[in-house]
């Protein structure tokens, strides 16, 4: 078959088993990554936001060098969504989701050329390419926009690859080092691409070296004709080793803190647990490649249980395991290609092992690269039963056309699930139903969509699956608060910061509930905390300026206010807050003008502001200004009746009574129990005023 046609067959398989899934919005990471970054959200081409997204914050938005930073750096990855971000003039999840299926498509149609490299067998390659192109452990890579970071990580390997073995092996044969060595630079450097998109780019030369040693397994028997091979390594190690200084430098040297519930195993007491554990995950790993059936956004908290000894029996699962891998070691000394496929099976798993604490038990991500490993062992044995089972040819291959058939319908409804917050969530309950994380989500989202009920049940669940989980604590705290029920509230955010004292929104939020509750000392020192844990908490110090306001200390509230905004310009709250407090000062017309002005800068046309600088311009009887105003900010919210109600008092002082009458029944239309707009409009009436 042709490649062109080889490539279109990738292409169809691809839209066919993924083209759903672009009509999707952003789920789960993508809130925290991109739309929660203010790297991404609003970012600029300039130097600040370069400097931001290459030297000081995380994938996360959150400055590396902080304690609870989790430490992964993928500034190209920050940066493609950026671009999008202004090409698109917004935030749009669907063109996002289409680039990581574009991206997807690409890999695919590289891999065939890889695998054309590395195997020498072009009906095996595309047998493996068309296996990986459908199978279902692929679908959190596509369909979640923040896995772009592997897309994009498997892309670069896969140039590597290509270029690695096309360049070191034409015709077959190796070429001579002393034409290699500017070769091996623009790998490296390609290399050290990778890990600006993603961490476990790390493992590419690592990869290729195994790669080429599994070729010349044969020549160490004569150490004169494999220098060539040596030297290749020995450069490789060294550009390795560079490149995981340079990440480690990045984050100061330090490791990430996860929390014990992330990843429960990698976090036990006990050795042989640990051991154990890990090795049951090594096992479910491969059985996911092997039965994708079980697949959800998480595997946190007690999703799958530890291992505490031997009598486990789960114990036959790793020594059956392992008893394979011994098996396929051996018999690859002999075969090539079988060892081929274990390197890229394993070694761009390594990160994942436990060696290196990760904030994850399973993540179908992280199965990307190594997914090509095992669709080679599928297309080896497959090719092996061809040949030895002649007789059987028909049967094998409707056999191969059913697998690929059943693998693209579960990777189509499969990804489905990514398209919706509530799918993704909703669809896990049933594969991992002691995950407290996942009713902690559904919580989550049925609040924001107003299911309070709902969100309530969800959250208490969690809390009786995993009865420290002080997320759900101080949630449910807020929920209670929005209800009115403060002691409730009260509790449940107590709660949460006795579970995690280092849990500055927990404070903020005890002390909101605390200032409601008239105890006000209380709250302050709440406050005092969140701010002693977070420094620049703008939201902290707005509230601050709330409580001192109650507490009749109007210097105090404008100086935490203003602090608020100093940390974030374009909290709108805050500037509302300082806006109203000038404006209820008498003479202070130029001062609200002047702060007015500038909140401008950083929330440009923002109708509250608008709003109240329309109203100084009124009172400084400034009409044409006010009216100028008043009129951009009815176009922009053209239903709320109180600034139909105000441009009619605007005219009403300006002598012009028909347009306030006007204005004043527009307003009344709106909302018939505006009082001022009912009075002032019936003085218009009765008094001719």
């Keep these: 078959m042709q490649l062109f046609y080889k490539y279109l067959i990738i292409i169809c398989i691809n839209i066919i088993c993924y083209y759903r899934s672009i009509d999707g919005d952003f789920v789960f990471d993508d809130s925290v990554a991109i739309l929660k970054n203010r790297d991404v959200y609003?970012?600029?081409?300039?130097?600040?936001?370069?400097?931001n997204i290459f030297i000081h914050n995380d994938f996360w938005g959150s400055n590396i060098t902080m304690k609870d930073s989790h430490k992964s750096y993928r500034p190209l990855t920050t940066l493609t969504f950026l671009i999008e971000r202004h090409i698109n003039n917004g935030l749009d999840?669907?063109?996002?989701?289409?680039?990581?299926?574009?991206?997807?498509?690409?890999?695919?149609?590289l891999l065939l050329n890889f695998l054309h490299a590395i195997l020498n067998n072009r009906q095996t390659a595309f047998i493996a390419t068309v296996l990986f192109c459908v199978h279902p452990i692929h679908t959190e890579a596509v369909c979640g926009i923040v896995s772009r970071s592997d897309l994009m990580a498997c892309f670069i390997f896969l140039m590597c690859g290509i270029f690695y073995f096309y360049v070191f092996y034409k015709d077959g044969t190796a070429v001579n080092f002393s034409y290699s060595l500017i070769y091996l630079i623009i790998i490296g450097l390609m290399s050290f691409i990778g890990i600006l998109f993603k961490e476990n780019a790390v493992m590419i030369m690592p990869t290729l070296a195994a790669l080429d040693i599994a070729r010349n397994?044969?020549?160490?028997?004569?150490l004169s004709k494999i220098s060539s091979l040596i030297l290749r390594l020995v450069l490789m190690l060294i550009f390795t080793t560079l490149i995981v200084f340079f990440r480690l430098w990045m984050q100061n040297f330090s490791t990430p803190e996860f929390r014990i519930e992330d990843n429960p195993i990698a976090a036990t007491d006990s050795q042989l647990t640990r051991i154990l554990s890990q090795n049951f995950l090594y096992c479910f790993n491969f059985y996911l490649l092997l039965m994708p059936d079980w697949l959800s956004f998480d595997w946190s908290f007690e999703s799958i249980e530890k291992m505490e000894g031997f009598e486990d029996v789960r114990i036959f699962g790793i020594l059956v395991f392992h008893g394979m891998l011994i098996v396929i070691v051996l018999r690859g000394i002999r075969k090539r290609k079988l060892l081929t496929a274990l390197v890229l099976l394993i070694i761009p798993f390594t990160p994942a092992i436990g060696i290196i604490k990760v904030g994850f038990v399973i993540a179908e991500r992280i199965l990307y690269i190594p997914s090509i490993g095992f669709s080679i062992y599928v297309a080896i044995g497959y090719k092996k039963l061809i040949k030895n089972?002649?007789?059987?040819?028909?049967?094998?291959?409707?056999?191969?056309?059913?697998?690929?058939?059943?693998?693209?319908?579960?990777?189509?409804?499969?990804?489905?699930?990514?398209?919706?917050e509530s799918q993704l969530f909703f669809s896990a309950l049933k594969i991992v139903p002691k995950n407290a994380k996942v009713y902690y989500n559904i919580a989550r989202i049925s609040s924001e969509n107003k299911q309070i009920e709902m969100s309530v049940k969800f959250y208490r669940h969690a809390i009786r699956l995993h009865p420290n989980y002080e997320s759900a604590h101080m949630n449910?705290?807020?929920?209670?608060?929005?209800?009115?029920?403060?002691?409730?509230?009260?509790?449940?955010?107590?709660?949460?910061?006795?579970?995690?004292?280092?849990?500055?929104?927990?404070?903020?939020?005890?002390?909101?509930?605390?200032?409601?509750?008239?105890?006000?000392?209380?709250?302050?020192?709440?406050?005092?905390?969140?701010?002693?844990?977070?420094?620049?908490?703008?939201?902290?110090?707005?509230?601050?300026?709330?409580?001192?306001?109650?507490?009749?200390?109007?210097?105090?509230?404008?100086?935490?206010?203003?602090?608020?905004?100093?940390?974030?310009?374009?909290?709108?709250?805050?500037?509302?807050?300082?806006?109203?407090?000038?404006?209820?000062?008498?003479?202070?017309?130029?001062?609200?003008?002047?702060?007015?002005?500038?909140?401008?800068?950083?929330?440009?046309?923002?109708?509250?502001?608008?709003?109240?600088?329309?109203?100084?311009?009124?009172?400084?009887?400034?009409?044409?200004?006010?009216?100028?105003?008043?009129?951009?900010?009815?176009?922009?919210?053209?239903?709320?009746?109180?600034f139909y109600a105000n441009l009619g008092v605007l005219y009403h002082r300006w002598g012009k009574k028909e347009l306030a009458k006007k204005y004043y029944r527009a307003a009344l239309s709106l909302d018939a129990s505006l009082k001022n707009a009912q009075s002032n409009l019936m003085k218009l009436q009765e008094f001719g005023e």
């Design 42 to 51: 609003e970012g600029q081409f300039n130097r600040k936001t370069f400097e």
């Design 93 to 109: 999840s669907r063109s996002m989701k289409l680039v990581n299926l574009i991206i997807h498509i690409v890999n695919c149609c």
């Design 217 to 222: 397994l044969k020549l160490f028997k004569s």
């Design 389 to 420: 089972f002649k007789f059987l040819r028909p049967y094998l291959y409707m056999s191969f056309i059913l697998l690929i058939i059943f693998h693209s319908m579960k990777t189509y409804t499969r990804s489905l699930d990514w398209r919706t």
């Design 476 to 642: 449910l705290g807020n929920i209670y608060r929005e209800l009115n029920e403060f002691e409730k509230a009260k509790f449940h955010l107590n709660k949460a910061v006795e579970i995690l004292e280092e849990f500055p929104t927990a404070w903020m939020n005890l002390g909101i509930v605390q200032a409601v509750l008239k105890d006000f000392e209380s709250s302050e020192q709440s406050y005092l905390k969140a701010l002693s844990y977070r420094k620049n908490y703008a939201n902290c110090y707005y509230n601050m300026g709330n409580l001192y306001i109650e507490m009749k200390n109007s210097s105090a509230a404008i100086e935490h206010w203003k602090r608020s905004i100093a940390i974030n310009p374009g909290h709108r709250k805050a500037w509302s807050n300082i806006l109203a407090f000038y404006d209820n000062q008498r003479n202070n017309h130029e001062t609200v003008l002047k702060y007015s002005e500038i909140a401008l800068i950083y929330l440009p046309n923002d109708t509250n502001i608008l709003f109240s600088r329309a109203n100084t311009f009124g009172k400084m009887a400034y009409y044409e200004e006010a009216e100028k105003l008043f009129k951009q900010i009815i176009e922009a919210e053209p239903k709320k009746s109180i």
